[in-house]
């Protein structure tokens, strides 16, 4: 079995490494040339010094949501505690083009809010204009304090509430028992999802690209550099947007060995009743406002979706609504084509990735093998690279035919947007896959294997239904990827082979509103579709298991 | 305030689920005297640990009061009871060393930092951990967390120390030592202590009293001695060492013990209730013997199975109604399948009365 793993480990190579030190040999084109070049340019330090900026500030502002919030609703009980609880988590069902669309149909210039308010404060301009750095943290922090939130959630459910019983019992008050306590045991959650929110942002494409007005960041800087032609500069802007998120990701590892902390006790905290008149009276209306901002965006899109294209011009809403857009992308020929091309690249992808990442996952669970590390790195490292990374490293490897460098022609054909999907769900696959195989007692394998099970039932009966939650959960993280996928389907697509994210912005661009709405509706309805299948999957699963026992 | 305290938990009645809800802890009173070492035992449900948690304040009570010194503490917060307290898995905080583990509560008392790393030097001593101030939690043994978890509710000399089970989680052996350490360290504090187990041989190694409760009720309060002599009632008797309960009839300072039809009168004595509406005699393995089959005075059985403990031989011995008594005997007089008798030789017998 182990001899599969010289394949596996070409593959992942050719696709994975391979993309990168294309990347980086070709910032070295012309010996430092291009790195000079870098260096001495203005707008490429701007680019580089505002994405750091805008990513820690990003973390900042998600962390001054995500944090209180996860204590408010795992610690605390209040009247609309559920309802919120439910509505904590939407803004990461949005696909991520799809939020931004949304901000500008609510927030921009001529958005519904702007709108409001410019007519309540009576004002000739609108209030503010969302643009510039700020505009992309406001974004930023919207739909990525979802990361803090639940990542902080996850470890207060598993946090021992007997330390802070401890902590309170030894004389501590609520403050000290917060920061010298609970805080740092649950650093390792909190410092996982900072990494997750600065790495997103600092990857993070379509807010910069709608929102960013003049502003330059490194994500988008490459893109313009590719277009502009300058391709050296854009390997030296995509290997310091990667190193920039490696090193991040080195912080991190680092910081964690530190501090590994193992809880040994079994309590968890009850949600006590928020006892204060005051802040009953608060939480409240708060909590309805705080659902009414984050639903408001999903049904700002579905709104949208019925306006008739070219109708909404200075008006606060919509003025017309039709279901004409929904029958156009239908029956129209030219409107059709995303929608089919992001279902058969998103499958196509997702089972690439099933299939290569059980193995690999097998591989790093149950053998032992020349190369193990290797592949650990392999299938971990496409999500430390930012998506516009892989993409460059994609467009400059696969551009042309030629056997002997191992290279083929992709780019402009119809393959190379399922490739970088495929790549960039490597690493969610195998981790949940890993993840799942780690919980199954290797000792299990040996007593089938001794019972007398052949190689193809131990797979069957033992390894597989143990890997299953993680196949399922992995593949619709995957898919769901996938199907809204912006930022490599921008560097890299065909007319032959847009997907819909591509074709939302289209007609963002056209004026078309109630199109771009329309199909961002079907996007979302996609990723529903994917979730209720993935949960469908594991009901069944569940549904046999019982009738077995 | 410094010193021990004396605890009084005065009608405390806990019910989980609302007003109507079951009582966890059912109009329990329990008195701990300055220094004493008082044990609230019981099976798992018995509402020992609820009655913990609201004399540490981690739990409200519904009715009842919490009194130290006298003084009404029912509604004050843990912070504020002066109390200390050690936890099941000993909740160490794993972030700290385990000087900064000990120190935590002399930090919030606003002790200087140097004072507060003399103390906590000297209280890991106190537990036998000299030395050990800059390790990590992680890097200690069950036992060793265990003393930290004593050092640190002890280093701020607390008016009355509350554990919770706190030998369960140490292996049989570990904790048959950290019995005795325990009990020696409490008396060289001279704390004033109240201590949860399910085990009965923690209680009565460490105790000064013991207090049985069951279904959330105290069903008797003593001396070691006093439950296991004389238990107050059947769940007692139970619980408390190893017996077996038979039908009695009392006649003044005697009783009749009739098992498989035959009847031996010996001295007996009520440990509670009134011995005119019948009892049960409590029969302990120890406080029997056997004689050979047709010795008077004995009951005729079957020996059913023979088990070496140590020191003595256990013998399960089927008498004639179907019950089977456990006797202690120093040699292997006899083998499984032989005919025996069994006789009583201990006296007086402990009756549970109406």
Same mark, same amino acid.
């Given at each position: ?11 992942l190579?050719?696709? &994975? ?36 900026w ?102 207060? $459910? ?11 019992g ?16 649950l650093?390792?959650?909190l ?29 988008t ?10 391709m ?19 912080l ?78 239908v ?64 467009a ?11 290279? &083929?022609?992709?780019v ?90 591509v ?27 994917i ?19 | 305030?410094?010193g ?21 802890v ?88 140097? $004072? ?5 030097r000297?209280a ?43 030998l ?26 109240l ?17 049985l ?18 238990? @107050? ?27 498989g ?8 004595v009520?440990?509670s ?19 050979p089959?047709?010795?008077?005075? @004995?009951w ?5 199975s ?11 011995v ?17 083998? $499984? ?18």
């Amino acid at each position: 079995m182990v001899w599969i793993s010289i394949p596996l480990l070409l593959l992942l190579v050719w696709t &994975v490494i391979y993309p990168n030190i294309a990347v980086v040999a070709g910032s070295f084109g012309h010996g430092l040339e291009y790195w000079h070049a870098f260096a001495s340019s203005p707008s490429d330090r701007e680019a580089l010094w505002t994405s750091l900026w805008i990513s820690v500030a990003s973390v900042v502002a998600s962390v001054a949501i995500g944090l209180p919030l996860a204590f408010l609703l795992t610690r605390m009980e209040f009247r609309g505690r559920r309802v919120l609880q439910a509505a904590a988590t939407m803004p990461a069902a949005l696909p991520p083009l799809v939020g931004v669309i949304a901000f500008l149909f609510l927030y921009g210039e001529s958005g519904v809010i702007t709108r409001v308010v410019q007519i309540l404060l009576r004002r000739d301009t609108p209030p503010w204009t969302l643009s510039g750095a700020w505009a992309i943290v406001f974004v930023h922090a919207y739909t990525m304090y979802v990361y803090v939130y639940l990542f902080v959630s996850a470890g207060l $459910e598993r946090y021992d509430s007997a330390l802070d019983e401890a902590a309170s019992g030894l004389g501590a008050g609520t403050f000290r028992r917060l920061y010298r306590v609970t805080l740092p045991m649950l650093t390792p959650a909190l410092a996982g999802a900072c990494l997750l929110v600065f790495m997103s942002s600092l990857g993070s494409f379509s807010a910069p690209y709608v929102f960013g007005g003049g502003l330059r960041v490194l994500a988008t800087q490459i893109v313009t550099s590719r277009l502009n032609g300058a391709m050296g500069v854009a390997y030296v802007e995509t290997t310091v947007l990667a190193v920039s998120a490696v090193a991040a990701l080195a912080l991190l590892r680092w910081f964690e060995g530190r501090r590994r902390y193992v809880a040994t006790g079994k309590g968890r905290a009850l949600r006590v009743p928020l006892r204060s008149p005051l802040a009953r009276a608060v939480t409240l209306p708060t909590a309805l406002i705080a659902v009414v901002v984050l639903v408001l965006p999903h049904l700002m899109i579905v709104l949208v979706s019925f306006a008739r294209d070219g109708a909404w011009t200075t008006q606060v809403l919509p003025p017309e609504y039709t279901w004409d857009n929904f029958r156009r992308l239908v029956t129209d020929t030219s409107l059709l084509p995303p929608i089919r091309n992001s279902i058969i690249m998103t499958v196509l992808a997702t089972v690439a990735d099933v299939v290569v990442c059980s193995v690999a996952a097998y591989l790093l669970v149950f053998r032992r093998f020349y190369g193990r590390r290797l592949l650990g790195v392999l299938v971990a490292l496409p999500w430390a690279i930012p998506p516009t990374a892989i993409a460059i490293g994609l467009a400059s490897t696969f551009n042309r035919t030629d056997i002997s460098a191992a290279r &083929v022609l992709l780019v402009g054909t119809f393959w190379i947007l399922p490739l970088a999907y495929f790549i960039r769900g490597v690493p969610l696959v195998a981790s949940a896959i890993e993840g799942s195989l780690r919980q199954l007692d290797p000792s299990l394998e040996e007593a089938a294997l001794g019972l007398g099970a052949g190689w193809w039932q131990t797979l069957r009966h033992v390894i597989y239904p143990a890997a299953r939650p993680g196949l399922v959960a992995g593949a619709t993280l995957a898919a769901i990827t996938a199907v809204g996928e912006f930022v490599a389907s921008e560097v890299l697509y065909t007319h032959a082979n847009r997907p819909i994210s591509v074709e939302i912005l289209a007609q963002v661009r056209a004026f078309a509103f109630g199109t771009a709405a329309a199909y961002s509706v079907v996007l979302i309805g996609i990723v529903l579709l994917i979730t209720l299948l993935a949960r469908a999957a594991e009901d069944g699963r569940r549904g046999v298991m019982a009738l077995r026992s | 305030m410094s010193g021990a305290g004396s605890l009084a938990l005065t009608d405390l009645t806990r019910r989980f689920g609302g007003p109507n809800g079951p009582a966890a802890v059912d109009h329990v009173t329990v008195t701990v005297a300055e220094g004493e070492l008082l044990a609230l035992v019981g099976a798992s449900g018995s509402g020992k640990t609820t009655t913990l948690r609201i004399a540490a304040g981690y739990e409200p009570a519904d009715e009842g009061r919490v009194e130290l010194d006298g003084k009404d503490i029912t509604r004050l917060p843990p912070q504020r009871r002066d109390f200390g307290m050690v936890f099941q898995h000993y909740a160490l905080f794993p972030h700290l060393s385990v000087e900064d583990n000990v120190a935590f509560g002399l930090e919030a008392r606003g002790v200087g930092r140097t $004072e507060r790393i003399a103390r906590a030097r000297g209280a890991l001593a106190g537990v036998g951990l000299e030395g050990a101030g800059g390790r990590g939690i992680q890097s200690l043994s069950g036992g060793e967390q265990q003393r930290v978890a004593v050092a640190r509710a002890l280093v701020i000399e607390p008016r009355v120390l509350l554990l919770d089970e706190p030998l369960s989680n140490l292996d049989p052996t570990l904790r048959q030592a950290m019995r005795d350490e325990l009990r020696a360290i409490l008396r060289r504090q001279r704390v004033t202590a109240l201590f949860v187990t399910h085990d009965q041989e923690d209680a009565f190694a460490i105790a000064d009293r013991v207090a049985l409760m069951d279904k959330g009720r105290v069903l008797q309060i003593g001396t070691p001695e006093m439950l296991y002599d004389a238990p @107050a009632t059947q769940t007692v008797a139970k619980f408390v060492g190893r017996s077996t309960l038979v039908p009695a009839v009392p006649d003044g300072d005697h009783a009749v013990i009739t098992v498989g039809g035959v009847p031996i009168r010996v001295r007996a004595v009520c440990s509670s209730g009134s011995p005119g509406l019948g009892a049960l005699a409590v029969l302990r393995p120890e406080g029997l013997g056997l004689t050979p089959p047709d010795g008077s005075g @004995a009951w005729p059985g079957v020996v059913q199975s023979r088990r070496f403990v140590g020191a003595v031989y256990a013998y399960r011995v089927a008498v004639a109604d179907g019950r089977v008594l456990e006797v202690l005997a120093a040699d292997k007089r006899a083998e $499984e399948g032989d005919n025996v008798g069994v006789r009583i030789l201990r006296q007086p017998v402990a009756l549970v009365c109406g």
